[in-house]
């Protein structure tokens, strides 16, 4: 596999680069239309050796302004938990800064992955670009204070759950513990 950078430009034309890895290209474009959102292409496989420069990267992008990342995972064929952990990371990042990742392109097998460790419910999937990026833009659109009520997906059974505010709640399927927070995000207990 060729050696690439992620590089990007904003408006104030700040550049970011890295270290080279092959296991693992990315790119970054900004998306016109959506503040603060850059699609980021992937190729390869996200693992425990690879996800250390995908953070750093990842971060740098955070940086810079953008807290709406759209993940193209059409170039993506395994994804180990130390990758989904460093998902997790950049969600905790972006999600107090008004921002939020949505995943497109995702082959079954490390859709799976994300399934079989529960945390699929914690993520917006997509199946193109188009949908990924409407999402943003009507999350944009009802930003103005909207937290609640809240619908989500259990990230142990995928059962559809709904809020109307913070606090402790149990799973009515699988019986596990959420907690939803002041920010409308949902954890494990």
Do not use: W
Not at 8 to 17: H, N, S
Not at 32 to 56: L, W
Not at 102 to 108: A, K, L, N, R, Y
């Amino acid at each position: 596999m060729e050696r690439k950078e992620l590089m990007a430009e904003d408006k104030i034309g700040v550049q970011l680069t890295d270290q080279k890895i092959e296991s693992l290209e990315l790119g970054l474009r900004k998306a016109e239309g959506i503040p603060g959102c850059a699609v980021v292409s992937m190729k390869g496989y996200i693992d425990t050796y690879n996800t250390p420069h995908f953070q750093r990267q990842m971060d740098k992008a955070v940086q810079v302004g953008y807290s709406r990342l759209v993940f193209d995972f059409s170039g993506i064929t395994y994804i180990s938990s130390s990758g989904i952990g460093a998902f997790t990371h950049l969600l905790k990042e972006v999600r107090p800064r008004g921002g939020d990742l949505v995943f497109f392109g995702m082959v079954s097998r490390v859709y799976e992955v994300f399934q079989l460790l529960g945390f699929a419910g914690f993520f917006n999937f997509e199946t193109s670009l188009a949908e990924a990026l409407d999402l943003l833009r009507s999350q944009s659109k009802s930003e103005a204070g909207q937290l609640f009520p809240k619908i989500f997906g259990c990230p142990i059974c995928a059962k559809k759950l709904k809020t109307v505010k913070t606090g402790r709640f149990r799973c009515s399927e699988c019986k596990t513990i959420l907690v939803v927070d002041d920010s409308a995000q949902v954890s494990l207990d």
